[in-house]
């Protein structure tokens, strides 16, 4: 039986990935960690009987009391790297779905890997279907390189771009050369109307409750416009993508990124 130990567990994503956990012969949670909603049993959060854990707030102190296989991450762009450093201290790997790692975070989670030999695996986006979205992009983005993404989020997301967005936008910069799009005179009445700027091509972040989480890949040609798009209907999409990475997270060596890499 995989031990996992889920850190969010308060959140949409620690709750709906941890019912999922539960439900699997092969693995169950045995730790749940959150700033908020400490001493709530996880079990009425997913929604059936007590299971007699509750949400408690200290990661370190819940690692050294459970030894769980993996440590499954999901809280956001502010705490994601303590956790991983606390993680990784106590010698447990671990799965990250928090999104809003930049390049220098990426850059010490591999020296930490490396130094405490535990391995860590990342993915932007754990649903297959996004997973293609971005493969299916870069191979455009070799015939049509006027690219603009529009990706909608609800409003309680804190990084923008998206993750997705921002792996799929570099994922496409390494079949594309770096140029300006649009007018080379445009202007912006409002600031900000063109979006963000990511080697030329631009990405629009849209924020609003409502929505959980969608990217649209615009292609601009010649009298045609390519659109790939990709919509998250509920958190169950996430599942398989965070499963596969719990049992294989211990067979890997460092840090590896991207859901396609263990797949
Ligand atoms: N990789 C993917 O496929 C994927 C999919 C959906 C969401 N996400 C990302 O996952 C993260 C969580 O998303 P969500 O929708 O569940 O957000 P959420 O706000 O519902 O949940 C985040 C939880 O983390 C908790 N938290 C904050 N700081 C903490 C800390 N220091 N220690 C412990 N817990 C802490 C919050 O209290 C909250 O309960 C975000 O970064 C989001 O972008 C990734």
Do not use: W
């Amino acid at each position: 039986m995989l031990k996992v130990l889920v850190n969010g567990a308060f959140g949409r994503m620690g709750r709906a990935m941890g019912a999922g956990i539960n439900s699997q012969e092969d693995m169950q949670v045995v730790a749940a960690v959150d700033v908020k909603g400490s001493g709530s049993d996880i079990g009425i959060l997913y929604g059936c009987e007590p299971l007699g854990i509750v949400i408690e707030e200290d990661l370190s102190a819940a690692i050294n009391r459970v030894k769980p296989d993996v440590v499954l991450e999901f809280t956001n762009a502010q705490a994601v790297m303590k956790s991983i450093r606390a993680t990784l201290a106590l010698k447990t790997p671990c799965v990250v779905g928090s999104t809003g790692l930049g390049e220098s975070d990426l850059a010490e989670i591999r020296e930490l890997a490396i130094k405490y030999n535990t391995p860590v695996f990342i993915a932007a986006n754990f649903a297959l279907g996004a997973v293609l979205m971005m493969r299916f992009s870069q191979e455009a983005a070799k015939y049509f390189p006027n690219i603009e993404i529009i990706e909608r989020h609800h409003d309680n997301k804190l990084d923008a771009p998206s993750g997705t967005a921002g792996v799929t936008l570099e994922m496409m910069s390494g079949v594309r050369e770096v140029f300006a799009q649009g007018a080379p005179n445009e202007f912006e009445r409002i600031p900000g109307s063109r979006g963000g700027d990511y080697q030329g091509m631009r990405v629009h972040s849209i924020r609003l409750p409502g929505y959980l989480a969608s990217q649209e890949v615009l292609f601009g040609g010649t009298g045609q416009v390519l659109t790939i798009r990709h919509d998250t209907i509920n958190h169950n999409c996430f599942l398989p993508g965070v499963l596969l990475a719990l049992r294989k997270v211990s067979t890997l060596k460092g840090l590896v990124c991207g859901l396609e890499n263990i797949m």
